[in-house]
């Protein structure tokens, strides 16, 4: 009775056409395209988006191919990640690996995957401090920059990188400053000697 609630209110939320698991168990198009209808179906609905992100999931599609799918079709990336992390927590999936298939999704920045598979993980049912824990672990496993973990997860700015201004200030103090210090102390000449005139007298001299 649950599962029939449950698919009662996904077809309420999805096209009969969009219904992801039953076009994948059927055959008759791939994962790509029904999941890219069924993303078109919605409308730009985030909740609907979520629960096909979900069916998808559940339906066995691989957690990086439904989020670079998802993504493409205009969906918000923090968003898409959010719902796919949920779902695959849900599916039984642990956190490193989620958080690792959510990291090879094209062009989707460390920082959005890493708040977006904590807000996964809390919709799942952890509780907030846990699920952070878990992520920032994961995410330190997989060598993810420590700035970057603290700020997909907690939301902790990034600090700017400081520049190389102090390069280069002392150059040249040695440079030259006493180039000439000594110069022309050997440059001196004894004044000429004067020959005596022999044509002028002692007396006259």
Known sequence: ???????ILLAAALPASASISSELAAGDASASDIINNAMAACGGSGSCQALAIEDAIAAGV??????????ASGADATAVVT????????AGKSVDTVLA???AADGVPAATVLSGVTAGATASGTSTADAQAAVAKAATSLNVD???IASGVTGTPIAPTAGGNNSGNNA???SGNNTGNNSGNDSRQ???????NPNISPSER
Do not use: E, Y
Not at 1 to 7: D, K, Q, S, V
Not at 83 to 90: E, P, V, Y
Not at 190 to 196: G, I, K, V
């Open 1 to 7: 009775m649950r599962n029939l609630f449950a698919g």
């Open 62 to 71: 691989d957690i990086t191919t439904v989020i670079n799918l998802a993504i």
């Open 83 to 90: 719902a796919a992390s949920a779902a695959g927590l849900k």
């Open 101 to 103: 298939a959510a990291l």
């Open 146 to 148: 420590p700035q970057v």
């Open 172 to 174: 040249g103090n040695d």
């Open 190 to 196: 004894a004044p000429p000697l004067l020959t005596p």
